[in-house]
Every structure is written in C-alpha cells, then in structure tokens.
C-alpha cells in the first residue's frame, strides 16, 4: 500500500510570490492535514480537510488556504510568499475523522523562500 | 488552546542505555496523545500513542506514561539502539471533531554506540 506522497520535495521561491504544494493521501483515507514545520520548531497544524470540506484552520493568516479535492488528494496554497514561510510541509492523512484517528504522514516539501 | 510542552530538546544517551522525553499540556481536555519519530528526510511516524482512560502502554522497548492530574505524559525507550536515533515528537488532542493535533518542539535522541 503507497503512503502518503507530496510534491514537489524541494521548492525555491522569491518572496511575493505565490506556490502550490500537493499531497495524496494513503488510498481510502478522506481526512487530510497540513503542518508546518520550521526548522528547529516543531510541527504547527495549518489546515483539515475531511470530504472535501474545510474543518478547522491553525493561526495562519488567510494567505495559506488550500482546498481537497473529490479523489482527496488536497494543495496548499500560499500567496504572497515571506521570509518565514520557509519551512518543511508536511501533509497527514487519516481513514475518517473520529477522535484520535492515527495520522500518517508523507515525507513533507521542502520549500526556501529567498 | 492548547499548549504542549517537551523536554529536553536533545538528549544523548550510551546504546544500551535507557532515555526519557517529557511532555505537559495545558488542555486539560486533551484525550489522546501520540508520539511521533521523525528522521532525517521523512515525515513523522506513529511510535506509540495513549488514550486518557489507561495511564500506561507498552510496545516492546517503547512505553507511554499518563497522569492526567499533573497534565504530563513521558515516553520511555529501553535498551537504545543507534538506529533509534531521530526526533522525536509528542502531541495532544482533544480527539472531538476538530481533531487538531498540538505537537511539542521535539527531542533530539542520539544513540552514541
């Protein structure tokens, strides 16, 4: 069984502008999650996607938004791209969304913003 | 909302040698609690996770403690190996429908063999 995949690994952006990322979650999973992992910090929870629907949002402003897809796979957009958005994303899937459903998560992108 | 807290940030311990990461949350709602290990270049893993009904929970050399009075959970590793070397991430959630997950800032174990 394929795990949760990501894309693109490594990202290079310059500051002001806007980036996609995409993740796919493990086959039969509707759940999708998104963090953020700056480095030396731990794992922020940006964004929850269940049945295409947004569920709850972290304490990003509203340039990060994404949405979830029919087949759930689910992007991450941010706009307006600053210094501090560089940081590992990180996308998790879940089989539903019932309490304490185990996440698994993908090997996350990379993204530098210059 | 939640606050999770995680001690130490590094930890280097002798293989053999046992090693203890400590973690308080502030939410006394909080109801599930996973540990997660992160290595170089992947995403976090599940290791071991609790629920607040049990206080303790094992899996060969990993275990989990709860006390949910003093808001603190503990993860224990046994006899350390090098490849258990990694980052190691704890979090808690309320496990309701918002099912949001609040991750302290991780350990970083290093297993000298």
């Known amino acids: 069984e394929a795990g949760v995949t990501q894309s693109p690994t490594h990202l290079i952006k310059t500051r002001g502008q806007q980036v996609t990322l995409r993740c796919s979650p493990i086959s039969g999973h509707t759940s999708v999650y998104w963090y953020q992992q700056a480095l030396g910090l731990g794992l922020q929870f940006l964004l929850w996607y269940d049945e295409g629907e947004e569920r709850n949002r972290g304490n990003f402003p509203p340039r990060f938004s994404g949405r979830q897809f029919p087949n759930y796979s689910s992007e991450l957009n941010v706009n307006a791209l600053e210094l501090e958005d560089s940081a590992l994303y990180l996308c998790?899937?879940?089989?539903?969304?019932?309490?304490?459903?185990?996440?698994?998560f993908g090997p996350g992108t990379r993204l530098t913003v210059l | 909302g939640e606050n999770v807290e995680q001690h130490p940030s590094t930890l280097s311990v002798q293989e053999g040698d046992s090693a203890v990461i400590k973690c308080t949350y502030s939410?006394?709602?909080?109801?599930?609690f996973p540990w997660y290990k992160q290595e170089l270049g992947k995403g976090p893993q599940l290791i071991i996770d609790i629920r607040s009904n049990v206080g303790e929970k094992k899996d060969q050399r990993i275990a989990v403690t709860l006390n949910k009075t003093a808001k603190h959970f503990s993860l224990h590793i046994t006899e350390t190996q090098p490849e258990d070397s990694a980052v190691y991430f704890c979090a808690a959630s309320r496990g309701n429908n918002f099912n949001k997950f609040y991750f302290g800032s991780g350990t970083k174990l290093n297993v000298k063999p």
């Open positions: 939410d006394s709602a909080s109801n599930y």
């Open positions: 998790a899937s879940s089989l539903g969304a019932g309490p304490g459903d185990e996440q698994f």
